[in-house]
T-cell receptor, first 112, second 117 residues
């Protein structure tokens, strides 16, 4: 079985501040991990994915995430938030099988 | 190229009616997935197609839900005798041939927002 926990359903950051979104996973086999972003009334767009090639993964729009096996974590960061980063972010795991298992999502609000 | 498309974008129906939701995957993608997103929640897996067969239907919540895929392209998700708890956004995704536990990226459509009154 696999599961994902995202700490914090809502995060508020100031423009220019660090964005940190937490994701912890549970998996009985080595997983692949994904971060998706969902803008209002749109589908999900892939930000980045971990495929075991490198533990620090760089994605689009200045986001990156680090896979830490010992902590079973895959936290998403961006050094400086932009107004356009306001969206909902989902962490997902794919281990055995073909489906993605998603966390509950974290909605990011960026304050000017 | 074109992404995943879904229709209708919005659907309002009365309790007890049947609804059909359509998904057009990216051309050449043999794997297709349906997910459900309830308000304020993450996505729940419903069903996975590889080609025209569905090796994983484990997420379908009841026998009122069914899905088919024809010609390794279009898929239809059908909900019979809709209930208010079926209200959600139904998202379709496609990917290149999927291997169990593989890292293929799933590309998502914009979803169909279903409201059951």
């Amino acid at each position: 079985a696999q599961s994902v926990t995202q700490l914090g359903s809502h995060v508020s950051v100031s423009e220019g501040a660090l964005v940190l979104l937490r994701c912890n996973y549970s998996s009985s086999v080595p997983p692949y991990l994904f971060w998706y972003v969902q803008y209002p009334n749109q589908g999900l767009q892939l930000l980045l994915k971990y495929t075991s090639a490198a533990t620090l993964v760089k994605g689009i729009n200045g986001f990156e995430a680090e896979f830490k096996k010992s902590e079973t974590s895959f936290h998403l960061t961006k050094p400086s938030a932009h107004m356009s980063d306001a969206a909902e972010y989902f962490c997902a795991v794919k281990a055995a099988g073909n489906k993605l298992t998603f966390g509950g999502g974290t909605r990011v609000l960026v304050k000017p | 190229g074109a992404g995943v498309s879904q229709s209708p974008s919005n659907k309002v129906t009365e309790k007890g009616k049947d609804v059909e939701l359509r998904c057009d995957p990216i051309s050449g993608h043999t794997a297709l997935y349906w997910y459900r997103q309830r308000l304020g929640q993450g996505l729940e897996f419903l069903i996975y197609f590889q080609g025209n067969s569905a090796p994983d239907k484990s997420g379908l919540p009841s026998d009122r839900f069914s899905a088919e895929r024809t010609g390794e392209s279009v898929s239809t998700l059908t909900i019979q005798r809709t209930q208010q708890e079926d209200s959600a956004v139904y998202l379709c995704a496609s990917s290149l041939a999927s291997s169990s536990g593989g890292a293929e990226t799933q590309y998502f459509g914009p979803g169909t927002r279903l409201l059951v009154l």
